[in-house]
């Protein structure tokens, strides 16, 4: 639970701080998106993260790819930016998405949608547009896995030594 907790930290750690720098930023217009919020949410990245990781049981490897995911997302759409009005929506829709491919068992997106605070209708609009922005390319090679999870592992080093 502690190396679990220690994850959760460290990935709301990485975000935040993209967060501050992304916050001070002006979006166009064009770049507003359906994961856009008229303002951001009140939960931290850490509660919500946790949040998500104590309803779904999913596993630690999911958070992983998840960031993974929101990586390549960047990758493929520079212009794309996470910023406080955004990463909630793109966190869950990222962490449903790496659920539905690493796990065994999931459950319905009804029941993540409840976790994450949207709407049902939501949820589905959100994975729809994540998977099309992503050319529905969710294969992670075994050696990226390991070189993104030693990186967060280091990185918890650092913050807690």
Do not use: W
Not at 33 to 42: E, V
Not at 108 to 129: C, D, T
Request: glycine share 2%.
């Amino acid at each position: 639970m502690q190396r679990h907790n220690q994850l959760l930290t460290t990935i709301a750690n990485i975000l935040d701080e993209i967060i501050k720098e992304t916050d001070a930023l002006e979006i166009e217009q064009d770049s507003i998106s359906c994961f856009h919020a008229t303002k951001a949410p009140s939960i931290t990245l850490f509660n919500y993260l946790q949040r998500i990781a104590k309803y779904t049981h999913c596993s630690e490897e999911c958070f992983v790819i998840a960031l993974i995911y929101l990586d390549k997302l960047q990758e493929k759409h520079p212009y794309l930016v996470l910023n406080s009005k955004c990463i909630h929506r793109f966190l869950l829709t990222s962490l449903v998405i790496a659920i539905k491919v690493q796990d065994d068992d999931y459950y319905k997106n009804e029941y993540y949608a409840k976790v994450g605070g949207v709407s049902v209708k939501e949820i589905f609009v959100l994975e729809q547009a994540f998977l099309e922005l992503m050319d529905y390319e969710l294969f992670i090679p075994e050696q990226h896995y390991f070189m993104y999870e030693k990186k967060l592992l280091e990185y918890t080093e650092i913050e807690m030594p």
